[in-house]
Structure formats: structure tokens, C-alpha cells
């Protein structure tokens, strides 16, 4: 007998106001209907489901009022997804959702075909997995029910592996570029928050491809150490046990909100400099141990051996003495746009000198001219 998987309906634990907006999204989605095929389920995810929103109001010390809430997250699935019937049930139910004068939150909407949502909790997708367990079902037309996951066969854990470490490679590279730009354009405070990113995106792959989940938080402490727990390595690579390292590091963490929202944000170049080798440090051990891992799973296939090579590792020395290309055409049209602007103030210089000398001389033509009429012989300029 098939076993399945019980379904959270109750928003008992969500406040009163909350069930009123969601009351709203549900009847619009339902009233709604013929932007797209039947729907099926609306689920609740995020923030709200799992009792960890944001409502928060600040005072700035300049006096001025901050205010942050999070989104609704909901999951509209479809009884099939096409292209056309997802857009057009975004544009339809968003454009329905600011509308509405009873919700007061932004509400985020994604949606899924029945299928692909059986098809990735069957493998154990994480951002599937997490909604069955966090979420809170809204709708639920015809009873849809979940059957428990059996484990993966060797087939699908391969095709698991490589379809995240495919996936993230390309941010790692893309996040890596984004450092080396921002450094070398002395962009200190982007520099910074994109290194927080490339480790992020290391954290990620390192942890999909050897577990196939990855939690929904952009905290680099908690990331290591759920490394940590498969292997003790990465607690060499981030060393957290002295305070200034720590200090380092935690600021390194805070760099995602940090360096991105604060008006008035500094760092010295020189913490970047330490930050930075560990990270390459991590680059240069996370890609490695995930091929291994992949192959591992099916040394036969040896994917490691076939797979597109992985994009440049971050190397300090190069990012501290060679320009990239684009940062090398910037600085170039830096200097000549400073170029141009000290040949403009210098002729604006020379004509200003050039118009004093001009007023001086029709002044002293002016005196030799009261002089003259004075009966005074006025001399010659010397």
C-alpha cells in the first residue's frame, strides 16, 4: 500500500490579517481561472509558512522612516504547464494582486505543472522537498496526495549530481568575474558582497552535489558548517577559532545585506586581500572534491574525465596585478575623460588669464586717456 505524505492545511499559527490576504489570493486565482489551465493547488512557502516573516519599521538617526515585509511566496500548480499559461497566469494574477485593495504585502507567485512538481519531489529536489515540509496547502482541488520518495537509484543520483554542479558551475565562474571587476575598479563595498557571493555559490554546489540540499539561508556560518559535517577540511580553509579570523569572517557574512544597504559602508582593501585567499583557497578544494564526488557515484562514466573543464579558479596574485580586459578599457576611458577634462580646464584657464590681461590693458588705456585729457604726459609702458 502506497504511503503518503501528510499535507500542512492549518494557519492557525499565522496571524488573523495574513489569513484574511490569503483568503483574497485564493479567491482571485479561482476567479482568475481562465488565465490559465485548471488550477490545482495553491500552496503558502517561505518566510510566512515557517513563522520566520519580517515586519519591520526603522527610524533612521537622519530621521528618516525604513520599512521592510516580507513577500507572500505562493505556488500556484497547474494541471499542465505550457509556456503560454504560465505567463499568462503570472501577468493576469499579479496585475489582479496589486489591485487588490485587500492585500497589503507584495506577493510573489510562481507556478508549476502537477507533473514537474510530482516528477521533482520524487527525486528529492530540494526547493520541492522544503514546500512539502514547510508549506501550507491553500487549495486543494481533488484531494492531490504525495507518495514518501523511495531512495534514488545510482542512475538518478548520478543525473542528480551533475545536473547541480552543471547548473552552479556557471554561477561560481560568473561570481568570480563579478569580484576580480569590482576589486580591480576599486569598488570595495560590490567587491566584498560578491565575494560573499562566490562563496555562497561554492557552499551551494559543494552541498547539492554531496547531498542533493541546499537550506534557504545566505548564512556562510551555518553553510561551512554543514560542510564541516561531511568533511573537516573546509574548518582549515575558513579558520574561525582565532578572534580576528573570526571577526573577518562574520564580516564576510554580513556583506550580503551589509554592503548592499548601508549608505555609508567601508572596508579596507587589505581585509578583502585576507578574505580573498581563503576563498580561492575554497575554490580551488570545492570543485575538485565535487567531481570526485560525481564520480564516485559511477566511477564507470568517469565524468570528470569528459566534462567541460571548470572555468578559472580565483587566483589573488592575478586579480592584484592583471587588469581584466573590461577593467583595462574603463581605466582607459577614465584617464581620458580626465585628459580631456584638464585640457578643458587648462584652456579655461588661459582664457581667463587671457581675459585679465585683456582688462588690464583697456584700464590702463583708460588712465593714459584721464591722464592725456589732464594735460599729464602719461609716459610710455615699460
Not at 3 to 24: D, H, K, V
Not at 90 to 102: A, C, E, V
Request: hydrophobic letters at 35%; a negative charge.
Amino acid at each position: 500500500m502506497d504511503e503518503f505524505i501528510p499535507l500542512n492545511t492549518s494557519q492557525e499559527n499565522l496571524p488573523q490579517y495574513i489569513r484574511e490576504e490569503l483568503a483574497e489570493i485564493v479567491r482571485i486565482c479561482k476567479q482568475n481561472e481562465h488565465y490559465c489551465e485548471k488550477i490545482l493547488m495553491i500552496w503558502l512557502f517561505g518566510s510566512y509558512a515557517r513563522g520566520e516573516e519580517i515586519n519591520d519599521v526603522n527610524i533612521r538617526h537622519d530621521g528618516v522612516m525604513t520599512e521592510y515585509q516580507s513577500d507572500l511566496d505562493i505556488l500556484v500548480i497547474l494541471k499542465n504547464k505550457h509556456n503560454s499559461a504560465r505567463r499568462h497566469t503570472r501577468n493576469g494574477l499579479d496585475n489582479k494582486f496589486r489591485k487588490s485593495p485587500l492585500i497589503k504585502r507584495s506577493v510573489h507567485v510562481l507556478i508549476e505543472g502537477l507533473k514537474h512538481f510530482k516528477e521533482s519531489l520524487r527525486l528529492q529536489r530540494y526547493w520541492y522537498a522544503d514546500i512539502l515540509r514547510e508549506g501550507i496547502v491553500l487549495l486543494n482541488e481533488n484531494n492531490q496526495q504525495f507518495e514518501k520518495s523511495s531512495p534514488l537509484t545510482q542512475d538518478e543520483q548520478w543525473n542528480e549530481a551533475v545536473f547541480h554542479y552543471e547548473k552552479h558551475a556557471n554561477h561560481v565562474t560568473s561570481a568570480k568575474n563579478g569580484f576580480g571587476f569590482y576589486y580591480q575598479s576599486e569598488e570595495y563595498p560590490a567587491a566584498i558582497h560578491t565575494l560573499h557571493q562566490l562563496t555562497e555559490r561554492l557552499t551551494s554546489i559543494y552541498l547539492l552535489v554531496f547531498t542533493n540540499y541546499l537550506p534557504r539561508t545566505h548564512d556562510l556560518i551555518d553553510l561551512t558548517r554543514r560542510m564541516g559535517v561531511i568533511d573537516t577540511q573546509i574548518k582549515n580553509i575558513f579558520p574561525q577559532k582565532g578572534e580576528e579570523d573570526f571577526k573577518l569572517f562574520v564580516l564576510l557574512n554580513r556583506a550580503y545585506v551589509d554592503a548592499r544597504y548601508e549608505p555609508n559602508y567601508h572596508i579596507e582593501p587589505e581585509k578583502i586581500d585576507v578574505m580573498m585567499e581563503w576563498v580561492a583557497e575554497f575554490h580551488r578544494w570545492v570543485i575538485p572534491e565535487c567531481l570526485a564526488k560525481i564520480d564516485n557515484i559511477w566511477p564507470e562514466k568517469a565524468y570528470s574525465k569528459s566534462c567541460e573543464p571548470p572555468g578559472a579558479y580565483l587566483d589573488p596574485v592575478q586579480v592584484k596585478t592583471t587588469e581584466l580586459p573590461i577593467v583595462r578599457a574603463k581605466n582607459a576611458e577614465r584617464r581620458e575623460e580626465a585628459e580631456r577634462k584638464a585640457k578643458e580646464e587648462g584652456l579655461e584657464r588661459e582664457a581667463l588669464k587671457d581675459k585679465a590681461l585683456k582688462k588690464e590693458r583697456k584700464e590702463k588705456e583708460r588712465l593714459r586717456e584721464l591722464l592725456h585729457k589732464a594735460g599729464v604726459d602719461p609716459g610710455t609702458d615699460s
